[in-house]
């Protein structure tokens, strides 16, 4: 009797230490992005942190994503917040990365810009205070809008990548989806 109560305290002392040690360890939480001047210029190449801190534009043509076709998704170069999808991406002939619309619930905000001798409406990361590049009017439909954006505001996750960069919620937006005009 003493052998079969102490087999039985083992098991379930086994137990005990396998449900403390195998148990699935806690997603880690996303490390907070260092927002400082330092460590954005420390980070950032030089045209990313001009045109994200300093309002500045890219030359057209010769960025990134002014002509990228593949699908994905383009974060927020400062802190990777998604703002925009392949699927909405078009053809605008700009030399920039043009959108019709930003994802759903995307934290972009817009300000009234009166640099350069005329008025516009600048578009901005809400979530990093980013400047991404201005609205126009005179997009496509469903919207009517041309999100015109500075590539080096922008981060690339292909299809491919979006489960292992941390992006996997996105990918419904890719099933049926055509970006033949991206």
């Known amino acids: 009797m003493k052998t079969l109560t102490l087999s039985l305290l083992a098991v379930a002392g086994l137990v005990l230490v396998g449900a403390v040690f195998l148990r699935p360890a806690a997603a880690p939480e996303a490390a907070p992005v260092d927002m400082s001047d330092a ?26 994503y002014w002509n990228n076709t593949e699908s994905g998704l383009y974060v927020d170069v400062v802190d990777g917040t998604p703002l925009f999808a392949s ?18 619930g995307a934290p972009i905000e817009t300000r ?13 990361s809400a979530s990093s205070d980013s400047h991404l590049g201005h609205v126009f009017e005179d997009g496509p439909e469903p919207t009517g809008l041309r999100y015109c954006l500075n590539s080096a505001a922008l981060r690339f996750v292909p299809v491919a990548d979006l489960e292992a960069e941390g992006y996997g919620e996105y990918a ?8 033949e005009n991206a």
């Open 39 to 64: 460590a954005l210029k420390e980070r950032l190449t030089r045209m990313q942190y001009y045109v994200t801190q300093k309002d500045g534009t890219e030359p057209p043509y010769t960025n990134a």
């Open 172 to 179: 419904s937006l890719f099933e049926n989806a055509s970006d």
């Open 87 to 104: 699927t909405t991406k078009y053809k605008s002939g700009t030399g920039w990365p043009s959108f019709w619309q930003p994802l759903d």
């Open 112 to 124: 009234e810009d009166k640099s350069l001798f005329m008025t516009r409406t600048e578009v901005r």
